[in-house]
Structure formats: structure tokens, C-alpha cells
């Protein structure tokens, strides 16, 4: 099955076969800024599976080795690359076409939740990047 996703003018748009590999809410500081956001959901696919299309995002090498992807022309953020996640592709779920069908299955970095954001879900919740300890999902 093909999913598809796009920005908020739709110029920028993405789409992706196969499964999802991981979803989840990103608690840290650099994901909050970046989307002025009290918290970011993402889901990941093996970059062999996904594809760009419409006009080619912008990038922004926000650390070495980490891209952010943009639509250049009404700035939503869309996807997240970085050499410590070989092989994959991070997407944000709002990007989704149908992002009311989006499950996340766990919190990462929730050492980093603001104190005011109220949570009452029962999903795992982690104190770092992955729940492999190593800062990497398998893609």
C-alpha cells in the first residue's frame, strides 16, 4: 500500500510503500523548536521505500550530519534525515494525507517533557532516543 503525505500549500508532497517502521512523540528541545510545538509526532520508513515528489524540499543541516526537510514556499516541516539513522527516513505524522489514522506506539526523550503538558496515555515512555538504548531504530 502507498502512503502519501504533504505540506500545508501541497507544492511539497511525499509518498512511501510498505510498513511503518516506528511511531512516536518526540519530547527534546531541538524537535519542539523546530516546529514551535509542545511535542512532535514522527514515524519512520526505510528510505528505499519513500519518495519526494511535487517541489524538491529545502534542507536545513540544523548539526553535522542532521537534515531538516521544509517546503521552501509555506516553510512546513516535513521529514528528518541524520547519519546516526542510516537507511531512513523521519516523517512528521501531521504531514500525513490522513493523519487522524496515525498510531504512535511510544515517547522518546520524555526526561525533556514540558512540566505543563498534560499526558494520560499508557504508552511506553523512554528517556532517550530509541528503545534499543543505541539512538537507532532498525530500518
Given at each position: 500500500?502507498k502512503r502519501?503525505?504533504?505540506?500545508?500549500?501541497k507544492k511539497?508532497?511525499?509518498?512511501?510503500?510498505?510498513?511503518?517502521t516506528?511511531?512516536?512523540?518526540?519530547?527534546?528541545?531541538?524537535?519542539r523548536?523546530?516546529?514551535?510545538?509542545?511535542?512532535?509526532?514522527w514515524?519512520?520508513?526505510?528510505l528505499?521505500?519513500f519518495?519526494?515528489f511535487g517541489?524538491?524540499?529545502?534542507?536545513?543541516?540544523?548539526?553535522p550530519g542532521?537534515?531538516?526537510?521544509?517546503?521552501e514556499?509555506?516553510?512546513?516541516?516535513m521529514?528528518?534525515?541524520?547519519?546516526h539513522?542510516?537507511?531512513?527516513m523521519?516523517?512528521?505524522a501531521a504531514?500525513f494525507?490522513?493523519?487522524?489514522?496515525f498510531?504512535?506506539?511510544?515517547?522518546?526523550?520524555?526526561?525533556?517533557?514540558?512540566?505543563?503538558l498534560?499526558l494520560?496515555?499508557?504508552?511506553?515512555?523512554?528517556?532517550?532516543?530509541?528503545?534499543?538504548?543505541?539512538?537507532?531504530?532498525?530500518?
Amino acid at each position: 500500500m502507498k502512503r502519501h503525505g504533504h505540506c500545508l500549500c501541497k507544492k511539497t508532497r511525499w509518498a512511501f510503500t510498505g510498513e511503518i517502521t516506528w511511531s512516536c512523540y518526540c519530547h527534546c528541545d531541538d524537535c519542539r523548536r523546530n516546529c514551535a510545538a509542545p511535542i512532535v509526532a514522527w514515524f519512520g520508513v526505510p528510505l528505499k521505500n519513500f519518495e519526494w515528489f511535487g517541489d524538491t524540499p529545502k534542507s536545513y543541516e540544523s548539526s553535522p550530519g542532521i537534515f531538516r526537510h521544509f517546503c521552501e514556499t509555506c516553510g512546513t516541516q516535513m521529514g528528518f534525515e541524520a547519519a546516526h539513522y542510516p537507511g531512513g527516513m523521519h516523517l512528521y505524522a501531521a504531514t500525513f494525507e490522513d493523519p487522524e489514522n496515525f498510531e504512535p506506539t511510544f515517547h522518546v526523550n520524555y526526561q525533556s517533557k514540558l512540566p505543563w503538558l498534560e499526558l494520560h496515555d499508557e504508552l511506553e515512555k523512554f528517556d532517550g532516543r530509541f528503545l534499543d538504548g543505541s539512538g537507532s531504530p532498525e530500518y
